[in-house]
């Protein structure tokens, strides 16, 4: 089973930025993967996700984060990273990350989170 481990975050300032990265611990080309975030009292929430395969296929953006985050990948590095600009007090999270499990819509190997603090 692929593991993954988020690293990245920080405390910044309102209007700072910050690229979050999402390592594999095997190959993850053939799975779609995603950023999720969870803030202290609300539901986990998704940020960010994209397709399987090299070139990265199709991309979707919660509302909140378009136009400020970039999702995108390097599976020749195992990797996914999110690249998040322009950030706000409410992007205050614990963010994670996960792949889709393969023939469902459904999203596991949850990594263990990177807490990011924007400050205002």
């Known amino acids: 089973q692929v593991q993954l481990v988020e690293s990245g975050g920080g405390l910044v300032q309102a209007g700072g930025s910050l690229r979050l990265s999402c390592a594999a611990s095997g190959p993850i080309s053939t799975y779609a993967m995603g950023w999720f975030r969870q803030a202290p009292g609300k539901e986990r929430e998704k940020v960010a996700a994209i397709g399987w395969g090299w070139s990265g296929g199709s991309t979707y953006y919660a509302d909140s984060v378009k136009g400020r985050f970039t999702i995108s990948r390097d599976n020749a590095k195992n990797t996914v990273y999110l690249q998040m600009n322009s950030l706000k007090p409410e992007d205050t999270a614990v963010y994670y990350c996960?792949?889709?499990?393969?023939?469902?819509?459904?999203?596991?190997?949850w990594g263990q989170g990177t807490q990011v603090t924007v400050s205002s």
């Open positions: 996960a792949l889709r499990i393969l023939g469902t819509a459904d999203f596991g190997s």
